[in-house]
C-alpha cells in the first residue's frame, strides 16, 4: 500500500476461462449457506413482525424491512461477486478515508439512544456506518498486509496495522459502540494471526492491551459499559438493569427445551420480559420457538459457512485474498460468539448483531460485501495445487 | 501481481498451522456455544420454563370479608365499605424516579412527598409487595392517580374494604378498629397468610378476635406483563371464605345512657377524665362499657394521618387509652369492701362487734384522721361501713395485718388481670408484705396497712376489676371473668362458639358474710352517706370513694378521684339485698373530680334515672361544683 498502483490484472481471465471453469470455481456451498442464514433471519423477522403485534407484511414491520435489506443485500452480493476484487486493492486508500470519514459523520450527525450517536438517518431509512466500517477495514487490512508479504514477520507490519486500525476504532469508541469496537480489535488480531505474523510480537501486543484495560475501565468505558460487565461478573447484583436482560434472555432459552415452542408461540411466555428481542437478543427468540435442534442447524450452518470461507483463504493465492478470508471469518465468528454467549449468559452484555439474524440493513450489507469478494476472490484464482 | 506465491517465506510456512488453530478455535467455540445451550434447553429447560411461568403469573391473594359486629340485641356497629387506595410496588418504581413520583404522587393526593417516601421505607415485606400510600382517597382523585399510571410507574389504584364504625367514638375503646400492618406482627404472622400491606385489628375486640373476624383469604392466578401491571384472572386456586362474626355482650342502649350519664357528669364538674361500667352480674357479661375522652376510630380506619395521630397520642387525657381496662388508680374507700369481709370472714370482728371510731388515730407519732374529723361514736360493720368510717377500717385492716389484707384483695381480683377480651389490660397493685420488700426492700409498716385498709397509700386498681370485685359481692361470691363477646358467628349464620360465664374463682367468703356485706353496702345509700340516692326509686347498694393522689395544693389539701360502684336487685324496686339476684351492677369514675361532693355518686345516679326512666330528677348539681371542702369517704 505504500504504492498505489493501478493493476488491471488479469481482467480478461474471465472471458477467457469457459463457463464450466467458472462455474467450478464459484462456490454453491458458500451461496447455499448464506442463503439459509438469511432465510432463518427472514423467519425471525416475521416471528417477531407477528409478536409486535403488525400484521406481518404491514407497512414498516420488521419482516417488510428484512425482506428489503435481504433484497438489496443480494444484489450487492452479486454486484460484489461480479466485481473483480483486486481493485479493491488499487482502491484500499480511498476506501479508507471514505471510511473514517463516515464514522466522522456518524459522530457528526448521528442519532442514538441516550446521547449516543450510532446511525445517520437517511430518509426513513437508518444505517449504521460503524458495521460497513469492520468490512472496509477487513479490505484495507488484507491490502496493507498482503502488500508486506515477506516483511510480515517484522515488528513494523504489526505496528502499521494497528496505526490504520487505531483511527476508525476510536471514532467507533466515541459513539460509544464497545461491541464494534471490539469486533475490530478481533478482526485486527484474527488478520495478524492468520498472516503468520510473529506469534512473539502478536502475544506482546496482547500482553500490552490487557494492561491497557485498566486505564480504558477507566478512562474509556462508560458507566453502563461498566455498569454490564459488572452485572455479567456479579449478576446477583441486580437482576433489574443489565442483569435483568441476561436473566430474562436465559429463561426464554430455556423455556424452548429440545424442539421449542413454535414459530409465534413464544411471546405467550416471554410476556414482554424480554427486551429488544428482535435484535440483539434475537438469538433468544430462536432458541425458543426452535428449540435446541433448531439453534443446532444455526450452529451447523455458521460452522460450514466458516469453513467455506477459510477453504476459499487456504486456496487463495493472492495474500489479499488469504487475508480478507481470515478477516471475514474472524469477523463472523466473533460475532457469532459474542452475541450468542451474550444470550446464554456466558459473556457480557454487548450490542453486537448476530450475523444474518440480526435485523439490521448495514450489517447484512457488509456481510453481502464480504461474502460477494469471496466469491469474487474463488472466481479470479488459478488453481496450483488442487 | 508481482507478489510471488512461490517463494518461500516465513508468515507463509506458518499459515497451515494458523489456519488449524482457527479451525480448531471455531469449533471449541461452537462446542462450548451447544454446550451450554444443552443444559440450559435440555437439562434446566424445564425449571427455566417454570420460571417464565412463575414470572408472567402472580398469584394474588383475594381479601376474604372481614365478619361483622353486632350488639347483644342484634344492632350492626361495623359495616365493611369499599374505597380506594393507592398503593405502591416498589420494585416496578425505578429507583431514579422515585422522587419524581413521590411529589407527583403526593400533589395529586395532598400529602407531603416525604411522608410517602418514609411509607414506603419502612414497608415490611420485600420490594415485589405493594405498599399503601393512601387509604380512602376521593373517587376523583382515584381516577385521576389512574389516569396518569403511564408517568407514574408502579402505582396502583385498588379497590379495598375497610371499616366503618357508624357510632364512632360511643364504641371505639370497645371495638377498637383496623389499620395497616407493621413490620414485626407481618414478620410473625405471614406464615399464616398475611399480606405485607394487609390491614389488621389493631386494638379493641377487632385486635382480640382477629382470626375469627379475618376469614381465610382466597388466591387467585393472574397473567401479568413485563411492566408488573396484572390483567387477567387466568384461575381460582382457592375461594375466600368470609371471616366470622362477632355477637358483643354490649348493648348499645345502655352504652349510650353510660355515655350521656357521664358526659353531663364531667361537663357539670368539669372533668377531664371518666369511666362508666355496666356489668351483669350473673354472668360477667359487660353492658356498657365506657372510657371518656373517647376517639373516632373511623379515622384509623380510613387512614389517619401522621399530624392526627400524634395529636391523640400527645393529648394530656390520653384519649387513646382505655381507662376502664388499660390504666390503674387508687381505689379509696370502695376497697373498704375487701377489708370489711375479710375482718369478718377471718373471724376478727363479727356483724356486730362494736368498734369504737374515732376523729384520729395515733401511730408512731403519726395521726390517722377519720373523712369527718370527728368519727362516729361505737360502730359495727353496717355503721363503719355505712358511714364509710375511715378510723373504722384502720382498726380492722389493723386486726388483719397486710397479709391477710393483700390475702383478701387478691381473692377479689385485685392485683391481677381479669382476663377482659381487650388488649393492654394493666393488673393494679395489692401491696403485701413481700411486695413490698420486692419493690421497696423493706416490709409494710403499720400506717401503711391502715392506708391500704381504706384503698390509699399503694393500692391500685382498674376499674374493671372493682366492678367485678362489687360483682362478686352482688351475685353470692362468684367471680367472673368480665366479657364483652357472647358468640361467634360462621358467615352461614350457624353459631361457632358460644360464650358461658367463665367462672374465675368462687370467693371462700360465708353466704351469711357476703349478706352482712350487702347490707352494710345498702346502709351506704340508707344512712344518707350518699344524699338522695336513697329518695330514688330504684333500690341501690353500694359504696362511694374518694381517693386522694397527687400532690397538695397551697391550702394542704390534695386532688382526688371519686368513686361509685353499686348494684340493684332483681326487683329494683323492692329493697331485698339479703338476696344475690342482682342483674345489674355498675360504676363510675370521676378523674380528678375536686368536687364538693362525690362526682360518682352523682353520675351513677344519673344513669338510674336514663337506664330506668324516672321522670324525677334527682341529681345534685350543687355537688358537683368544684371545691375541696367535703370528702365523702
Not at chain 1, 443446532?296 to 487456504?314: E, K, P
Not at chain 2, 390503674?328 to 356486730?352: M, N, R
Request: glycine share 10%.
Amino acid at each position: 500500500m505504500r504504492v498505489m498502483r493501478a493493476e488491471p490484472g488479469r481482467f480478461a481471465d474471465m472471458t477467457t476461462r469457459s463457463v464450466g471453469r467458472v462455474g467450478r470455481a464459484y462456490d454453491l456451498q458458500l451461496t447455499v449457506y448464506a442463503a439459509l442464514l438469511a432465510a432463518f433471519g427472514i423467519v425471525m423477522a416475521y416471528t417477531n413482525s407477528v409478536e409486535a403485534g403488525t400484521a406481518a407484511l404491514a407497512n414498516g414491520s420488521i419482516l417488510q424491512r428484512a425482506l428489503m435489506w435481504t433484497g438489496i443485500a443480494m444484489v450487492v452480493f452479486i454486484a460484489m461477486t461480479a466485481f473483480d476484487y483486486r481493485w479493491f486493492k488499487t482502491l484500499a486508500w480511498p476506501i479508507y478515508f471514505v471510511n473514517v470519514g463516515l464514522l466522522v459523520l456518524t459522530l457528526a450527525i448521528g442519532d442514538g439512544v441516550g446521547g449516543s450517536a450510532r446511525w445517520v438517518s437517511i430518509g426513513p431509512i437508518q444505517f449504521q456506518f460503524s458495521e460497513l466500517a469492520k468490512i472496509l477495514m477487513i479490505i484495507v487490512l488484507a491490502t496493507y498486509l498482503g502488500n508486506r508479504e515477506g516483511r510480515l514477520d517484522s515488528l513494523g507490519s504489526i505496528l502499521g496495522a494497528c496505526l490504520l486500525m487505531i483511527p476508525p476504532w476510536g471514532l467507533v469508541m466515541m459513539q460509544p459502540d464497545l461491541g464494534t469496537s471490539l469486533v475490530l480489535l478481533s478482526i485486527l488480531a484474527g488478520m495478524l494471526f492468520m498472516s503468520g505474523a510473529s506469534l512473539r510480537w502478536l502475544l506482546a501486543m496482547a500482553l500490552g492491551v490487557c494492561l491497557a484495560i485498566p486505564v480504558a475501565w477507566q478512562f474509556v468505558l462508560r458507566d453502563y459499559q461498566k455498569d454490564r460487565i459488572l452485572s455479567f461478573l456479579n449478576p446477583a447484583v441486580d437482576t433489574q438493569g443489565a442483569g435483568w436482560q441476561v436473566h430474562q434472555a436465559q429463561m426464554t432459552v430455556g423455556s424452548g427445551g429440545p424442539l421449542g415452542v413454535g414459530l409465534t408461540n413464544g411471546a405467550a411466555t416471554r410476556g414482554g420480559f424480554l427486551p429488544v428481542q428482535e435484535s440483539d437478543f434475537v438469538f433468544a427468540v430462536l432458541a425458543q420457538e426452535l428449540g435446541f435442534l433448531g439453534a443446532l442447524v444455526v450452529f451447523i450452518l455458521f460452522m460450514a459457512l466458516l469453513w467455506r470461507i477459510l477453504s476459499c483463504a487456504w486456496r487463495s493465492r493472492d495474500p489479499f485474498g488469504t487475508l480478507f478470508g481470515a478477516g471475514l471469518a474472524s469477523m463472523i465468528l466473533i460475532q457469532v460468539f459474542v452475541n450468542i454467549g451474550m444470550v446464554i449468559g456466558i459473556l457480557p452484555v454487548t450490542g453486537i448483531p448476530l450475523p444474518f439474524i440480526t435485523h439490521g440493513g448495514a450489517s447484512l450489507i457488509s456481510l453481502a460485501i464480504g461474502l460477494g469478494v469471496i466469491q469474487s476472490i474463488n472466481l479470479r484464482q488459478h488453481r496450483a495445487v488442487w | 501481481m508481482s507478489d510471488s506465491h512461490f517463494t518461500p517465506n516465513r508468515e507463509r510456512d506458518r499459515r497451515p498451522i494458523r489456519f488449524l488453530v482457527f479451525g480448531l478455535i471455531t469449533v471449541l467455540v461452537f462446542g462450548l456455544l451447544t454446550t451450554r445451550l444443552a443444559y440450559l434447553q435440555i437439562n434446566s429447560g424445564p425449571q427455566l420454563a417454570a420460571k417464565a411461568e412463575a414470572q408472567r403469573t402472580a398469584q394474588v391473594a383475594l381479601p376474604a370479608p372481614r365478619g361483622l359486629i353486632y350488639d347483644r340485641k342484634g344492632r350492626l356497629l361495623v359495616q365493611n365499605v369499599a374505597t380506594w387506595a393507592v398503593k405502591v410496588t416498589p420494585a416496578d418504581l425505578p429507583y431514579s424516579d422515585r422522587d419524581a413520583v413521590a411529589h407527583r404522587l403526593a400533589s395529586m393526593l395532598g400529602m407531603d412527598a416525604s411522608e410517602i417516601l418514609t411509607t414506603l421505607d419502612s414497608a415490611p415485606g420485600s420490594r415485589f409487595d405493594p405498599v399503601r400510600i393512601a387509604q380512602d382517597v376521593p373517587q376523583e382523585t382515584a381516577r385521576l392517580v389512574a389516569e396518569s399510571s403511564d408517568a407514574l410507574p408502579g402505582v396502583e389504584v385498588v379497590v379495598e374494604t375497610r371499616r366503618e364504625y357508624p357510632d364512632g367514638p360511643l364504641l371505639a375503646h370497645i371495638l377498637g378498629y383496623t389499620g395497616p400492618i407493621d413490620e414485626g406482627t407481618y414478620t410473625r404472622l405471614r406464615s399464616q397468610g398475611y399480606l405485607a400491606d394487609d390491614l389488621i385489628g389493631k386494638t379493641g375486640v377487632e385486635s382480640t378476635f382477629e382470626s375469627e373476624l379475618r376469614g381465610t383469604y382466597g388466591l387467585e392466578l393472574v397473567a401479568k406483563d413485563a411492566t408488573g401491571k396484572s390483567g387477567d384472572v387466568l384461575s381460582n386456586v382457592q375461594d375466600a371464605v368470609p371471616g366470622a362474626s362477632l355477637t358483643l355482650t354490649i348493648d348499645r342502649t345502655i352504652q349510650r345512657e353510660a355515655t350521656q350519664a357521664l358526659k353531663w357528669g364531667m361537663k357539670a364538674a368539669g372533668l377531664k377524665r371518666g369511666v362508666f361500667i355496666v356489668m351483669n352480674p350473673q354472668t360477667g357479661e359487660v353492658l356498657a362499657l365506657v372510657s371518656l375522652p373517647s376517639y373516632d376510630n373511623n379515622l384509623f380506619a380510613r387512614g389517619i394521618s401522621n399530624k392526627a395521630f400524634a395529636k391523640l397520642l400527645n393529648d394530656k387525657n390520653k384519649p387513646l387509652t382505655n381507662h376502664a381496662v388499660q390504666a390503674h388508680y387508687p381505689p379509696g374507700s370502695t376497697y373498704k369492701l375487701v377489708a370489711g369481709t375479710g375482718g369478718l370472714q377471718d373471724k376478727k370482728i363479727t356483724p356486730s362487734t362494736l368498734i369504737r371510731t374515732r376523729p384520729y388515730l395515733k401511730l408512731a407519732g403519726a395521726k390517722f384522721w377519720d373523712w369527718n374529723r370527728r368519727g362516729f361514736g361505737m360502730c359495727n360493720i353496717n355503721c363503719g361501713f355505712g358511714n364509710s368510717s375511715d378510723t373504722f377500717f384502720y382498726q380492722v385492716a389493723g386486726m388483719l395485718g397486710a397479709d391477710r389484707l393483700a390475702y383478701w384483695g387478691h381473692m377479689f381480683g385485685f392485683g391481677q388481670r381479669t382476663g377482659i377480651d381487650l388488649p393492654g389490660e394493666a393488673a393494679g397493685i395489692v401491696p403485701s408484705n413481700q411486695w413490698k420488700v420486692d419493690t421497696f426492700g423493706q416490709p409494710m409498716f403499720g400506717g401503711e396497712v391502715y392506708q391500704s385498709g381504706i384503698g390509699q397509700g399503694y393500692d391500685v386498681v382498674t376499674p374493671i376489676q372493682l366492678i367485678d370485685a362489687y360483682a362478686a359481692l352482688a351475685n353470692g361470691g362468684k367471680l367472673f371473668r368480665p366479657q364483652l363477646v357472647r358468640e361467634v358467628v360462621g358467615p352461614d349464620g350457624k353459631v361457632i362458639k358460644q360464650f358461658k360465664p367463665d367462672l374465675i374463682r368462687k370467693l371462700p367468703v360465708s353466704q351469711s358474710t357476703l349478706r352482712t356485706m350487702r347490707l352494710a353496702a345498702r346502709a351506704t345509700v340508707t344512712l344518707r352517706h350518699t344524699y338522695n340516692l336513697v329518695d330514688m326509686p330504684v333500690k341501690v347498694a353500694g359504696k362511694s370513694g374518694t381517693a386522694e393522689f397527687g400532690t397538695r395544693d397551697a391550702k394542704g389539701r390534695l386532688p382526688f378521684h371519686s368513686w361509685f360502684v353499686g348494684f340493684v336487685p332483681k326487683n329494683p324496686y323492692k329493697a331485698d339485698f339479703t338476696k344475690t339476684d342482682s342483674p345489674l351492677v355498675f360504676l363510675a369514675f370521676a378523674y380528678d373530680s375536686r368536687t364538693i361532693g362525690n362526682a360518682g355518686t352523682e353520675i351513677a345516679k344519673a344513669f338510674i334515672q336514663l337506664h330506668f326512666h324516672i321522670k324525677k330528677d334527682y341529681l345534685n348539681r350543687d355537688l358537683l361544683k368544684r371545691g375541696n371542702h367535703y370528702q365523702s369517704n
